[in-house]
């Protein structure tokens, strides 16, 4: 099938990669020209793994193909993906005006048939509006149809996320449009889910909530567990056993972040609020997210007595591990906090750090976690990359000024720390985890 991604973002490229590799024709626009060259030389303007090797595969093999003008994705393809940004207003809203920018070209160049899809996570009822927009300058309907897919990959495992599905979730308004997506998804194995665009972006927009509702949930239960001495790891793995409960998405840390969740549940509370009903739980998980990194830095405050001219080593910039993506990750509050108490940090991050030079300039950047260590009062690990989890503690004491360290994501263990000398603090740990 020929497919057009408009929006060659984390998902757009994700998303357009993916459906060349199974075999489809896919052109890629971007209003980027930078990422345009680059992407035409087979080049990522993103860290996701695996997908500079499947952009060079399938660009070699003709599949893929890399353009700056929608015109020329509505002349060649007959889905159109819509993968452009909705990033937050002021007030927490949606921004449309991109999607609403790009229905209009695409409108402007409709000479047949093209199905209009939404894979941007949008608010309910956006659908309905990019429909209203395109007919307004198109007004043969026949020549259109528009309908809601939305994505569910995670930054990191995004192309294995969009290989292996848990679900697939079509919102359409005709046959027309439910048979061509049938057809695009017919070598996936996972459920397919065809309802109307409604019901399909509130499915995105819930889920997305939902997973939020459960990391929030344990943040909270972790500080519990730091006031009363309980373990949270030991907690999180009693609860998870329960299959209503489940144990994804119970690891307590800093908070969350990442272009997803943060905007997701702005988003979805304001649309709740403006349909008349009050989502007061939504509320209150962004601001126990919030309440969870000052919780962090206090943390760090309280051992360090003064962090004024204290150094401070940073392991992990990015928002979580296997992406260079810094989009509302917890580790700028986290650094902007420890900043204002006059601290100084030397951070290492493996993919982020050339993202979070354009954000923090009076940050020192190291070339790996242990020249992050040197001659440091405290280190703080902010992500959880794998490499991190295998750093020789020994040495990374030796290089310290001070064995402090605060584990944000816990990812070692208490008993090994203590006993290699550091003064160990983390997020609701206490004791070896039970299994
Ligand atoms: C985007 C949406 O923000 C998110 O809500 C949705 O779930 C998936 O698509 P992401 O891919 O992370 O997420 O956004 P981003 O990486 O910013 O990519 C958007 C791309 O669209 C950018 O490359 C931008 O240059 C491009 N763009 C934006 C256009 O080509 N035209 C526009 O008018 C606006
Ligand atoms: C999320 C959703 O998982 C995905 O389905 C949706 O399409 C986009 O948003 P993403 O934001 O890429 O994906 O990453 P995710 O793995 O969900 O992590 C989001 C944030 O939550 C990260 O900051 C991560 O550190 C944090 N997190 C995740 C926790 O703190 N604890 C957990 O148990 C899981």
């Given at each position: ?215 929030a949930f344990i943040n909270v239960v972790s500080r519990i567990c730091d006031a009363t001495g309980a373990d949270i790891e030991n907690v999180a ?15 307590a840390g800093i ?33 126990s997210?919030?309440e969870q990194?000052k919780y962090f830095i206090q943390k760090v405050s309280n051992a ?102 605060f584990?944000g994501?816990n990812?070692?263990?208490p ?9 160990y603090y983390a997020m609701g740990r206490k004791l070896?985890?039970?299994?």
């Amino acid at each position: 099938m020929k497919i057009g991604i408009i929006g060659s973002g984390y998902v757009g490229l994700v998303t357009g990669a993916c459906f060349a590799h199974l075999g489809n024709q896919v052109i890629c626009v971007d209003n980027n020209l930078e990422k345009i060259t680059l992407l035409k030389k087979g080049k990522p303007p993103i860290y996701e793994p695996g997908l500079e090797e499947m952009l060079q595969e399938n660009i070699k093999r003709k599949r893929l193909f890399f353009a700056s003008r929608i015109e020329q994705a509505v002349k060649n393809a007959e889905v159109l993906f819509i993968c452009v940004n909705t990033p937050p207003k002021e007030n927490g809203e949606a921004d449309l005006s991109y999607v609403e920018n790009v229905s209009r070209e695409i409108a402007r160049n409709l000479k047949e048939y093209r199905l209009i899809v939404e894979k941007s996570t949008v608010p309910v009822q956006t659908g309905e509006w990019i429909h209203k927009t395109i007919k307004l300058i198109q007004p043969r309907e026949s020549l259109f149809d528009v309908a809601s897919n939305p994505e569910f990959l995670r930054e990191g495992s995004a192309i294995h996320d969009f290989l292996n599905p848990d679900r697939i979730i079509l919102g359409v308004s005709s046959a027309r449009a439910g048979k061509l997506l049938r057809q695009l998804y017919a070598s996936f194995s996972a459920p397919l889910v065809v309802t109307d665009i409604k019901s399909a972006e509130i499915i995105k927009h819930a889920s997305n909530s939902f997973l939020a509702t459960k990391i929030a949930f344990i943040n909270v239960v972790s500080r519990i567990c730091d006031a009363t001495g309980a373990d949270i790891e030991n907690v999180a793995y009693g609860m998870g056993l329960d299959p209503r409960i489940g144990p994804g998405f119970l690891k307590a840390g800093i908070g969350f972040g990442g272009f997803c969740f943060p905007k997701d549940l702005a988003a979805f509370e304001r649309m709740a609020e403006k349909a008349g009903v009050p989502f007061g739980i939504l509320r209150e998980v962004l601001n126990s997210n919030e309440e969870q990194k000052k919780y962090f830095i206090q943390k760090v405050s309280n051992a360090l007595w003064n962090l004024r001219n204290k150094t401070i080593g940073v392991l992990g910039l990015s928002f979580k591990p296997n992406t260079d993506d810094m989009r509302f990750a917890p580790s700028i509050d986290i650094i902007q906090g420890l900043q204002r108490e006059e601290a100084l940090i030397q951070a290492y991050d493996p993919q982020a750090m050339p993202k979070c030079k354009t954000i923090f300039k009076k940050v020192k950047y190291a070339k790996d976690a242990y020249q992050a260590a040197e001659h440091t009062d405290a280190l703080a690990v902010l992500t959880e990359w794998d490499e991190f989890k295998k750093l020789d503690l020994k040495r990374i004491k030796k290089l310290m000024r001070n064995p402090i360290l605060f584990d944000g994501r816990n990812i070692f263990d208490p008993a090994e720390a203590r006993k290699l000398g550091f003064h160990y603090y983390a997020m609701g740990r206490k004791l070896r985890r039970t299994r």
